[in-house]
C-alpha cells in the first residue's frame, strides 16, 4: 500500500469500510428472504434441511451481483459524505485536489468491481442458476430417502406404505419406522423398527436394501391366524421409482454463459424468439456492468450536502435511484425478449437517460459553485413541507367554516 499517496490510501480506508458493510448486509437480508422460503419449499417436499443451504449457495452468484453495485456506490458515497460534513473536503479542493484527482482510488475500486460483476452475471451466475434448478428438479422428484416426509404415509409402487419420526444424513437413516407391505397374494406386513438404514445393491442398482434394526413384523395371512416376528435386524428390499433426468442447461436464457448469448442471439438458424430472449439478456447483463462505472460520479454528486446542513437525504435518493434503474432494466429485458422492441433500444436507451443525468449531476458538484443536487432537492423538500402545510390549514379553516 505504501506505493499509493497517503490521499489516496486515506479515501480507500473510508470507502472499503461501509462499502463491505453494505456488501454483508444486502447479501445477508436477500438470504435470509429467501432461506425462510426454501425452509417452507423443502418441508413441502419433505427433503433435508441441508438442501435448503446447498439451494442458497447455488444463489450467492446472483445476490452477490445485486449487492456489489450498492456496496460501491454506497461506499464511496458515505466516504465523501464524510469528507465534506467534516470539512476535509473542502481543504483538500483548496490545495487544488479536485473531484476527479480525489475519485482515482474509488474508480480504480469500480473498475475491478466490475470486472468481478462481469464474471458473476457472465459465467458464474448462468451455472449456479441451473444447480439451483437441478436442486429443485431433484427434491421433486426425489431421492427415496430425501422423499419420505417425517409424520406423513408415503407410499412406495402402491404395495409399501412407510411412515417415520425422523430423518437424518440427508434421508439415509430414518429413526421411528412404522411400514406396511402388502403382497399379491393377499400376505400383509405390518413392521415396526427402532432405526433404518438404506443400502444400495452392486449387483441390483435399481433395487435398495432398507435396513431395519430392533423391530417387530406382524404376519396375516387370509384364513390363518397372525405371527408375530422380533428382530435384530430384518431386511427390507424396495424397487427404486424410475426418476426422469434432468433436463440439460439452456432450459431457459439466464441459464447461458455470455459466448453461448452471443452464438445464440446472433444466429439466423435459430428462432426468432430464441434470438430476441438471447439478445435480451446480453444486453441486460452488459449494462448492468457497465452502469457501475458511473457509480463513482453519482455518489460524489450526491454525497456532498449544501454549507451548514448535515442531511442524509443523498443516501436515500441514490438508493432509489439505483433500485428504480435495476427495475427499468428489468422491464427494458421483458420486453425486449417478446420482440417488441429492440433490445439495444430497450436496454441502453434507459443507461443513455440515466448516465446523462449522473454526468449532469457530476458536473453541477464539480464544476457550479453551490451546485450541489442534494441543495435543490432539500429546498423542493422543504418548499414542498411548506405548501402541504398550508394546505392542510386551509382544509381545517373550511372544515371549521362549514361546522
Known amino acids: 500500500m505504501k506505493f499509493l499517496p497517503a490521499i489516496d490510501r486515506y479515501i480507500l480506508r473510508l470507502v472499503l469500510m461501509p462499502m463491505f458493510a453494505v456488501f454483508i448486509i444486502a447479501a445477508s437480508l436477500l438470504v435470509l428472504d429467501k432461506m425462510l422460503k426454501?425452509?417452507?419449499?423443502?418441508?413441502?417436499?419433505?427433503?433435508?434441511?441441508?438442501?435448503?443451504f446447498r439451494m442458497l449457495a447455488n444463489l450467492l452468484p446472483e445476490y452477490a451481483s445485486l449487492a456489489i453495485p450498492l456496496g460501491l456506490l454506497l461506499g464511496i458515497l458515505?466516504?465523501?459524505?464524510?469528507?465534506?460534513?467534516?470539512?476535509?473536503?473542502?481543504?483538500?479542493?483548496?490545495?487544488?485536489?479536485?473531484?476527479?484527482r480525489?475519485?482515482?482510488?474509488?474508480?480504480?475500486?469500480?473498475?475491478?468491481?466490475?470486472?468481478?460483476?462481469?464474471?458473476?452475471?457472465?459465467?458464474?451466475?448462468?451455472?449456479s442458476r441451473y444447480w439451483y434448478e437441478q436442486l429443485q428438479f431433484e427434491l421433486r422428484s426425489?431421492?427415496?430417502?430425501?422423499?419420505?416426509?417425517?409424520?406423513?404415509?408415503?407410499?412406495?409402487?402402491?404395495?409399501i406404505a412407510l411412515r417415520i419420526e425422523e430423518s437424518r444424513e440427508e434421508?439415509?437413516?430414518?429413526?421411528?419406522?412404522?411400514a406396511r407391505v402388502s403382497s399379491p397374494r393377499g400376505q400383509v406386513l405390518t413392521i415396526s423398527a427402532r432405526e433404518g438404514r438404506f443400502l444400495a445393491l452392486k449387483d441390483s442398482p435399481d433395487t435398495v436394501i432398507l435396513r431395519l434394526t430392533q423391530g417387530q413384523i406382524i404376519q396375516d395371512e387370509p384364513g390363518k391366524s397372525p405371527r408375530v416376528l422380533s428382530f435384530s435386524s430384518h431386511d427390507l428390499p424396495i424397487d427404486l421409482p424410475a426418476i426422469e433426468k434432468f433436463r440439460q442447461r439452456g432450459g431457459m436464457e439466464r441459464e447461458y454463459i455470455l459466448p453461448e448469448l452471443l452464438q445464440i442471439g446472433w444466429n439466423d438458424q435459430v428462432s426468432e424468439a430464441a434470438r430476441n430472449e438471447t439478445?435480451?439478456?446480453?444486453?441486460?447483463?452488459?449494462?448492468?456492468?457497465?452502469?457501475?462505472?458511473?457509480?463513482?460520479?453519482?455518489?460524489?454528486?450526491?454525497?456532498?450536502?449544501?454549507?451548514?446542513?448535515?442531511?442524509?437525504?443523498?443516501?436515500?435518493?441514490?438508493?432509489?435511484?439505483?433500485?428504480?434503474y435495476h427495475k427499468v432494466n428489468e422491464?427494458?429485458?421483458?420486453?425486449?425478449?417478446?420482440?417488441?422492441v429492440s433490445p439495444e433500444l430497450a436496454l441502453w436507451g434507459p443507461f443513455a437517460m440515466f448516465a446523462s443525468l449522473i454526468v449532469w449531476m457530476y458536473w453541477r458538484i464539480a464544476y457550479v459553485p453551490g451546485g450541489q443536487p442534494i441543495g435543490a432537492l432539500e429546498r423542493f423538500a422543504a418548499n414542498f413541507g411548506k405548501w402541504m402545510r398550508k394546505l392542510a390549514a386551509r382544509f381545517g379553516r373550511d372544515r371549521a367554516g362549514a361546522a
Open 331 to 340: 422491464y427494458g429485458q421483458a420486453v425486449a425478449a417478446l420482440g417488441r
Open 38 to 52: 426454501l425452509f417452507d419449499f423443502v418441508a413441502t417436499e419433505g427433503g433435508p434441511v441441508s438442501v435448503v
Open 142 to 159: 426425489g431421492a427415496l430417502g430425501a422423499s419420505i416426509k417425517v409424520g406423513e404415509f408415503t407410499t412406495l409402487q402402491d404395495k
Open 171 to 178: 434421508g439415509r437413516q430414518l429413526i421411528g419406522i412404522f
Open 102 to 127: 480525489l475519485l482515482r482510488v474509488p474508480y480504480a475500486i469500480a473498475l475491478v468491481l466490475a470486472g468481478v460483476n462481469l464474471v458473476i452475471v457472465g459465467y458464474l451466475q448462468p451455472l
Open 279 to 324: 439478445r435480451a439478456s446480453f444486453n441486460y447483463r452488459m449494462v448492468e456492468v457497465v452502469m457501475m462505472l458511473l457509480l463513482p460520479l453519482l455518489a460524489v454528486a450526491l454525497a456532498v450536502p449544501p454549507k451548514r446542513s448535515t442531511s442524509a437525504l443523498g443516501v436515500f435518493v441514490s438508493i432509489v435511484m439505483v433500485v428504480a
Open 78 to 100: 458515505l466516504a465523501f459524505r464524510k469528507l465534506a460534513t467534516s470539512s476535509e473536503l473542502d481543504v483538500m479542493r483548496a490545495v487544488g485536489l479536485g473531484y476527479t
